[in-house]
């Protein structure tokens, strides 16, 4: 099981027990890149799940979006993501489609972080955080504890239009293409 921690330290890299891959973390500080827009995701993701982004972070592709930012996307194109902008702008990098969480840890307790197909074609999926109980696409997760409450499955990564998403069970291919 993984555990959440806060991380600091600049180029510090993860192995991953399944398969035993070396990835960077997030951001590529561990949690709070907070603006990078690179939106490209880790060309060395094995299958396994990535390490947790942290309470208040938002994985952004291969940034990490930090707390009072959210995860821009872009409405077509590959990988979904554009960076992180403020979430106290009315556009996020000029489009609406936006990923405020990626784990429940981003939710308040009664709350889960919800995978919603915002546009499509190609669809897009964003998140937000709702009523526990009122995901419609899936629940996002860090570890399958995220997914205990639900009967959706373990907690699986898998890519959706070039990022890496986590969810409690798989998402539909015709939802998710790689």
């Given at each position: 099981m993984l555990r959440h921690v806060a991380?600091?330290?600049t180029g510090l890299s993860f192995t991953l027990a399944c398969g035993g891959q070396t990835l960077p973390a997030a951001g590529g500080d561990g949690g709070g890149g907070g603006g990078s827009s690179s939106g490209e995701s880790d060309p060395t993701w094995d299958g396994g799940l990535l390490p947790p982004s942290g309470p208040g972070y938002v994985r952004c592709g291969s940034a990490t979006c930090g707390p009072?930012?959210?995860?821009?996307?872009a409405a077509d194109g590959d990988p979904?993501?554009?960076?992180?902008d403020s979430l106290s702008?009315?556009?996020?990098?000029g489009t609406q489609?936006?990923?405020?969480?990626d784990?429940?840890?981003?939710?308040?307790?009664?709350?889960?972080?919800?995978?919603?197909v915002f546009t499509s074609p190609p669809a897009t999926i964003g998140s937000r955080c709702g009523p526990r109980g009122s995901c419609d696409l899936a629940i996002a997760c860090a570890s399958s504890a995220d997914c205990a409450h639900t009967d959706a499955?373990?907690?699986v990564a898998q890519r959706c239009r070039g990022d890496i998403l986590q969810t409690c069970g798989e998402l539909p291919t015709e939802v998710c293409p790689p």
């Open positions: 991380l600091a330290v009072g930012d959210q995860c821009c996307l979904a993501t554009n960076g992180c702008l009315p556009t996020c990098n489609d936006v990923r405020d969480c784990e429940q840890a981003d939710c308040n307790p009664d709350e889960d972080c919800c995978y919603a499955g373990a907690c």
